[in-house]
């Protein structure tokens, strides 16, 4: 990076947020704090609390009661700002009166789901010409919503589970039809999902007409798309990485064990999970997913990182590819990091690199589109 050689590069840190996964970004920003190296950086911390508010923070703090961290509700309100100088930092009291914080060269969106891995941070951060870690508005906003993400992966000709997705209008409006069409289409167990979530929130598996009926409401706590896929029994999950930009480089699958009847929410970051990294499996496995991964990356039109997870069904050989992230979790129990580091690429390097794609990007790109 020799346009920073002679000055720090300020680094805006941004977590917690309105979704449902606000404690996992703060625990992946925490690893992403750790990593920054304050020699070459001036870090800033944004917290964003669960109601959206950007509060100016130390970093995340430690519940020292084996809860998980979150956005304390009583820093005060930053915004971003577009000066004749470039994007800064402002931040000011509940009376408006205020002063400036400092300039932003790079944003590190730390952030899951809605809210922050949809498209909406990115777009705000675009239109003011700020650089940001990972995929543009676009392929954000078709990575977390898995009905457009199998759109654009079955164009693509990527295997994957079949499925419905039910809006949850067509559900109101005739449910005995809408029951009828899933189980005339799809066998038992079937997974109900809501289109944009993640963490496993709002999942269900069914196994008969209740179930499902249950699971599609549970879906619609969370958004008004539910999907309905085809449930596959006793898979491996697989997982690459993948990073860049134009040219994009994927890791070696890792593989998730874990013991719940599937991977929920408390499995992935409260219950201890193992990561094999690499997977044992076939080398012709691997290299099936490694070449999906990047088909995957480059179908969404994804930059800077992502990860895309597989089910493995090992008696037959089949892989499916189940979803694209383009936040992934960067959390100690998270895979992202793992897998790299399986490559040789260490996390303090890897976000390094990381930055360095973002600015990369902007530079290239700023001139085409957000
Ligand atoms: N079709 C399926 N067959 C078997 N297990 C599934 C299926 N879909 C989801 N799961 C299980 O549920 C987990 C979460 O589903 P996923 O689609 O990855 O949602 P999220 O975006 O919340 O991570 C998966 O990691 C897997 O354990
Ligand atoms: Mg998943």
Same mark, same amino acid.
């Given at each position: 990076?020799?346009?920073?050689?002679? $000055?720090?590069?300020?680094?805006?840190?941004?977590f917690g947020g309105r979704?449902?996964?606000h404690?996992?970004s703060c625990?992946?920003?925490?690893?992403?704090?750790? $990593?920054?190296?304050?020699?070459? +950086?001036?870090?800033?911390?944004v917290g964003i609390t669960r109601d959206g508010r950007w509060t100016l923070v130390?970093?995340?703090?430690?519940?020292?009661?084996?809860?998980? =961290?979150s956005v304390p509700d009583d820093g005060d309100t930053v915004?971003?700002?577009?000066? &004749?100088?470039?994007?800064?930092?402002?931040?000011?009291?509940?009376?408006?009166?205020?002063?400036?914080?400092? =300039?932003?060269?790079?944003?590190?969106?730390?952030?899951?789901?809605?809210y922050?891995?949809?498209?909406?941070?990115?777009?705000?951060? *675009?239109?003011?010409?700020?650089?940001?870690?990972?995929?543009?508005?676009?392929?954000?906003?078709?990575?977390?919503?898995?009905?457009?993400?199998?759109?654009?992966?079955?164009?693509?000709?990527?295997?994957?589970?079949?499925?419905?997705?039910?809006?949850?209008?067509?559900?109101?409006?005739?449910?005995?039809?809408?029951?009828?069409?899933?189980?005339?289409?799809?066998?038992? =167990?079937?997974?109900?999902?809501?289109?944009?979530?993640?963490?496993?929130?709002?999942?269900?598996?069914?196994?008969?007409?209740?179930?499902?009926?249950?699971?599609?409401?549970?879906?619609?706590? +969370?958004?008004?798309?539910?999907?309905?896929?085809?449930?596959?029994?006793?898979?491996?999950?697989?997982?690459?990485?993948?990073?860049?930009?134009?040219?994009?480089?994927?890791?070696?699958?890792?593989?998730?064990?874990?013991?719940?009847?599937?991977?929920?929410?408390?499995?992935? +970051?409260?219950?201890?999970?193992?990561?094999?990294?690499?997977?044992?499996?076939?080398?012709?496995?691997?290299?099936?997913?490694?070449? +999906? $991964?990047?088909?995957?990356?480059? $179908?969404?039109?994804?930059?800077?990182?992502? &990860?895309?997870?597989?089910?493995?069904?090992?008696?037959?050989?089949?892989?499916?590819?189940?979803?694209?992230?383009?936040?992934?979790?960067?959390?100690?129990?998270?895979?992202?990091?793992?897998?790299? *580091?399986?490559?040789?690429?260490?996390? =303090?390097?890897?976000?390094?690199?990381?930055?360095?794609?973002?600015?990369?990007?902007?530079?290239?790109?700023?001139?085409?589109?957000?």
């Amino acid at each position: 990076m020799t346009r920073w050689a002679t $000055a720090k590069t300020r680094v805006l840190v941004l977590f917690g947020g309105r979704s449902s996964e606000h404690e996992v970004s703060c625990l992946s920003a925490r690893s992403v704090l750790a $990593a920054l190296d304050r020699e070459q +950086y001036v870090v800033t911390c944004v917290g964003i609390t669960r109601d959206g508010r950007w509060t100016l923070v130390d970093g995340v703090a430690d519940t020292g009661n084996g809860t998980l =961290p979150s956005v304390p509700d009583d820093g005060d309100t930053v915004t971003l700002v577009r000066t &004749r100088k470039g994007p800064w930092l402002v931040r000011f009291r509940d009376d408006f009166t205020g002063e400036q914080v400092g =300039p932003v060269d790079v944003c590190f969106p730390v952030l899951h789901g809605p809210y922050g891995e949809d498209g909406t941070v990115q777009g705000l951060l *675009a239109s003011h010409g700020v650089a940001y870690v990972g995929a543009d508005v676009a392929s954000s906003a078709i990575g977390i919503d898995k009905r457009q993400m199998k759109h654009v992966f079955s164009a693509r000709g990527l295997p994957q589970m079949p499925y419905l997705a039910v809006r949850r209008a067509q559900w109101e409006h005739d449910q005995r039809a809408v029951l009828d069409e899933i189980t005339g289409t799809l066998p038992f =167990p079937l997974f109900t999902k809501p289109a944009r979530q993640g963490s496993s929130i709002g999942i269900c598996r069914a196994t008969d007409a209740d179930e499902l009926t249950a699971g599609i409401e549970a879906a619609y706590a +969370y958004d008004r798309v539910a999907i309905v896929e085809e449930g596959l029994e006793g898979i491996r999950e697989l997982e690459c990485g993948v990073i860049g930009n134009a040219e994009v480089q994927v890791t070696r699958p890792g593989e998730t064990v874990h013991t719940g009847s599937f991977y929920d929410y408390e499995a992935k +970051y409260l219950a201890p999970v193992q990561l094999r990294c690499p997977a044992e499996v076939p080398e012709a496995i691997a290299s099936r997913c490694m070449e +999906y $991964a990047r088909d995957a990356f480059l $179908a969404i039109g994804a930059r800077g990182m992502g &990860r895309v997870d597989f089910f493995y069904v090992e008696a037959t050989g089949e892989v499916f590819v189940n979803e694209i992230n383009t936040i992934p979790g960067l959390t100690p129990a998270s895979m992202f990091p793992p897998v790299w *580091a399986a490559e040789g690429l260490e996390w =303090p390097t890897l976000v390094d690199r990381l930055l360095e794609l973002a600015l990369d990007a902007v530079s290239r790109d700023g001139r085409y589109a957000p």
